[in-house]
């Protein structure tokens, strides 16, 4: 395997390319730059197209035409510019068009700061816009796997003509490792049947507009669309769950430290586990069901101050196990923090 | 007699209201495709307002994109189907109060699309509030008394703001008599020949009766566009050169 | 795991001596993790970024205990000496920093980068005489095999300077055994 040296934020933009996308309109916002840096070099390079967008409201809508009219799209930006993506996702959703927006999550509500952060948690898993609607969430935890679940985003966004989510931070965003590409894809405009083309005489129009209005039965339509995607596209990795006392829930930048944690720990006798959903949406319920007797209880480790993804561990165990978060806010967690809390846990003390 | 007119605008009921002016420009549209060959080509992307109406009313393929961002989505549409032609269809308040950037930024970039704004001076599908381009004095649901100038600025004249842009064509017609129409359907053709020859951004803003929300009879309503509304909004070419692409 | 911060002023090269380290490393068989300063961070000209080094899988890429420390300038001393590991290795462009007190239980490498640049007539290359005697001080890779990366780095920008090599064996030469 041939590895090169790639930031998170541009490795992504490269899949992307490789992954037949040839459009993107965006804006600047720290930390995902330099995917609107890149591809408005590397765009021109392939015959893409590239466009500096007004604002990501402007960026988004764009992006609604261009993939109407067949186009592999991609989208990106962070915090306060993803709040103006919501209009064309929603949209997005009821036209029944893939695309694929990336949230390169930095910290705080309003303005916040560029630091790295899980706070957008809610917001890419609960639909974000107005309506009625989910979207897949992938969150990567490296810059591999940017480049690989960027590349598996198409292909869902593609195959349930949805929009899919990847749920990156500024860590994996700013960071470079080593990364394997994969091989150039080509994308045919034509082959969808929906697309825009032209209506040639005796043809049906294509109407790309809110399924609802010409679906009779668009809420059976919709909740299957959700199921299928429950039921196929969960998607996390375990770590020593099945003897675990506290398992770890964790995802993106701060799953890494718990992956260390686990280690650390087991070498000192404390039995962790670990469960890292890579779909934030479907959530990975079926994880939970190799908890094992011996499971006390369950922590999730995430950098925001309310503790978001809590609320998805609750439901995904149904109350059986207490359910704990460790949150960090800014700060990358730490591993010495993590078994602390574990022990205390397993003491019977506060956490 | 025989009623003729394109198969692409003619083959459904359309749901506007007696008397409006979008049915007018979906005929000028259709004829216009018809004579140029470009029937089977045209994409268009309308707003959510009645322009909205248009996708069970022509025969082209059709995006209904967000309140504003027609242009927007048209641009996205061109670039990946750049032998097509494309059009973005949307009202005036679309165009010129929740979508101005879009609007601006299209013309900025001289994006090559054509863009047909309907300018009535109300919004249409919420019930005849007031528009950027409602006049001075205007009564509508949302300036009870009389559009209130010193509150609310002045009506939104797209040539005085866009006229001076370095865009390949704008023109604004009307829909109001026979003359105009004709005027219009001519305007509209060179913005969409223009378009074919990658010259950038051609606009056409076109002034349309509302007689619903005005209150007014259909013809009073086009005789208050002849009488009133062009002394503010006059018609014409503004721009008519060759773009920059 | 080697955990590595270098810093300096915007243009003193340090996030590209950041970025050989790791690239050369990864070429040569080592799991690696680069981290820059960004956003309102790098205003006000100074500039840090953090490497790690390790066979390994790395968990977080941020640096907070620092087994070396290339400081460029004084400011990097000020933010970064107090967050390395006892018996860490400071390297400092004592070109810029002189008459300096530094921890007891840290190792302190000058090294006159400026001097050894400009005497290598090779000005921009301060930051290759600082990997130089990085490599010396640390023996993270054999000196042949690190130069080869150096070599290989520029040659795939496209900016091969003979000169880098010569400001790599002077830096690596100006460290005592």
């Not at chain 1, 049906?204 to 679906?215: A, R």
């Not at chain 3, 810093?7 to 040569?28: E, H, R, S, W, Y």
């Not at chain 3, 490498?109 to 490599?135: K, Q, S, T, Y």
Request: glycine share 10%.
């Amino acid at each position: 395997m041939e590895y090169v040296l790639m930031k998170g934020n541009e490795a992504l933009a490269e899949a992307a390319i490789r992954a037949g996308c040839r459009f993107y309109s965006g804006y600047p916002i720290t930390p995902q730059t330099e995917i609107l840096e890149y591809l408005s070099w590397r765009m021109d390079e392939v015959g893409g197209e590239f466009v500096q967008t007004e604002s990501e409201l402007g960026g988004i809508n764009m992006m609604l035409g261009a993939s109407a009219a067949g186009a592999r799209v991609i989208g990106s930006s962070s915090g306060p510019g993803f709040s103006l993506f919501q209009e064309g996702i929603s949209y997005l959703v009821a036209a029944d068009l893939p695309a694929v927006l990336v949230d390169v999550m930095r910290y705080g509500n309003g303005l916040g700061d560029i630091g790295q952060s899980q706070g957008d948690y809610w917001q890419l898993t609960r639909g974000g816009g107005h309506g009625d609607y989910r979207t897949i969430v992938l969150a990567p935890n490296s810059v591999q796997e940017n480049v690989d679940l960027t590349h598996l985003a198409f292909d869902l966004a593609e195959k349930y003509r949805h929009p899919v989510i990847i749920g990156s931070d500024a860590a994996i965003g700013q960071m470079m490792e080593k990364v394997a590409l994969p091989e150039m894809e080509e994308h045919d405009i034509d082959k969808f049947h929906w697309s825009m083309k032209g209506c040639k005489k005796g043809e049906e129009q294509k109407k790309i507009t809110n399924l609802l209005y010409y679906m009779d039965n668009y809420d059976e339509f919709l909740a299957n669309k959700y199921k299928e995607m429950e039921d196929n596209e969960q998607r996390w990795e375990s770590m020593e769950v099945e003897d675990a006392e506290v398992v770890l829930v964790s995802y993106g930048i701060s799953s890494r430290v718990c992956k260390e944690a686990v280690k650390v720990a087991r070498s000192q006798g404390i039995k962790l586990g670990l469960i890292r959903p890579i779909s934030l949406w479907p959530y990975p319920i079926k994880a939970f069901e190799e908890l094992s007797d011996s499971c006390k209880a369950l922590m999730t480790v995430e950098m925001n101050i309310l503790g978001q993804m809590v609320d998805d561990v609750i439901l995904a165990t149904g109350n059986k196990y207490p359910v704990y978060k460790y949150t960090t806010v800014k700060d990358v967690p730490e591993t010495e923090v993590i078994i602390e809390k574990a022990n205390k846990i397993l003491s019977g003390g506060e956490v | 007699m025989e009623l003729r007119a394109p198969e692409s605008i003619s083959f459904a009921q359309t749901s506007f209201c007696p008397g409006c002016g979008h049915g007018i420009v979906s005929r000028l549209i259709g004829e216009v495709m018809e004579e140029m060959g470009l029937t089977e080509k045209l994409l268009t992307v309308v707003d959510v307002a009645c322009s909205s109406l248009h996708i069970d009313t022509w025969k082209f393929d059709t995006v209904i994109a967000a309140h504003g961002r027609p242009i927007a989505t048209a641009t996205g549409v061109k670039k990946i189907r750049r032998e097509n032609p494309v059009l973005a269809y949307l009202g005036d308040g679309a165009a010129y109060s929740i979508g101005i950037a879009e609007t601006m930024h299209a013309a900025l970039r001289n994006d090559n699309v054509v863009t047909i704004i309907i300018n009535n001076g109300v919004f249409g599908m919420t019930g005849g509030q007031m528009a950027p381009t409602s006049l001075a004095g205007q009564k509508t649901t949302t300036s009870p008394k009389g559009r209130d100038v010193s509150k609310t600025g002045q009506p939104f004249d797209v040539v005085k703001v866009m006229g001076s842009l370095d865009i390949p064509y704008l023109a604004r017609g009307s829909v109001s008599n026979l003359g105009d129409i004709r005027r219009t359907k001519k305007y509209i053709k060179k913005a969409f020949e223009k378009h074919m020859n990658n010259e950038g951004f051609c606009l056409v803003e076109i002034l349309s009766p509302c007689p619903t929300n005005l209150g007014m009879a259909p013809v009073a309503c086009s005789e208050r566009i002849d009488g009133v509304v062009k002394e503010l909004f006059n018609t014409g070419e503004y721009i008519d050169k060759e773009g920059t692409k | 795991m080697m955990e590595i911060i270098s810093a300096g002023f915007g243009g003193q090269g340090v996030l590209t001596a950041g970025l050989i380290l790791a690239k050369v490393a990864m070429d040569n068989g080592k799991n690696v993790t680069w981290i820059p300063s960004y956003g309102s961070e790098m205003r006000g000209g100074t500039a840090n970024c953090g490497v790690k080094i390790s066979d390994d899988e790395i968990a977080s890429p941020f640096v907070k205990n620092i087994d070396v420390l290339i400081a460029m300038n004084g400011p990097s001393i000020d933010k970064f000496e107090k967050n390395m590991k006892p018996d860490g290795i400071l390297i400092v462009n004592s070109s810029m920093v002189k008459d300096r007190q530094y921890r007891d239980d840290i190792k302190v490498v000058e090294v006159l980068a400026n001097d050894i640049a400009h005497e290598a007539n090779n000005p921009r290359g301060v930051n290759i005489v600082i990997l130089g005697a990085f490599i010396k001080a640390t023996n993270l890779l054999d000196k042949d095999t690190f130069a080869k990366g150096i070599e290989n780095f520029f040659a795939d920008k496209g900016k091969v300077n003979p000169a880098n090599q010569v400001c790599f064996e002077m830096g690596y030469n100006s460290v005592e055994n």
